[in-house]
């Protein structure tokens, strides 16, 4: 199973990117949705995840400046990222969940710096 993502790159404080994860639907359909990061010497840790009854959380790190959503008949998933700030730079990677079993897309760069 692949999921694709895209959407990352370079940018100012203060500003905003929006990261896409598409996955096959018969995964999109079942599974939790999610966004990991992880930067330069530190662990990986859960950015947002979206269930597939529209159930979301947040990281506090990122609560009034990220917004995640889906779109089942396109089945993606998005990561609106605004506010950005310089410690959100990291490896974002999306994730598919379901019980024990996960799946993962490539990882895509966000850098946030002047």
Known sequence: VQLQASGGGLVQPGGAL??????????????????????PGKQRELVARIGSDGSINYADSVKGRFTISRDNAKNTMYLQMNGLKPEDTAVYSCNAHYYSRDFWGQGTLVTVSS
Request: proline share 5%.
């Open 18 to 39: 929006r990261l896409s994860c598409a996955a096959p639907a018969v995964i999109f359909r079942v599974y939790a949705m999610g966004w990991y990061r992880q930067a």
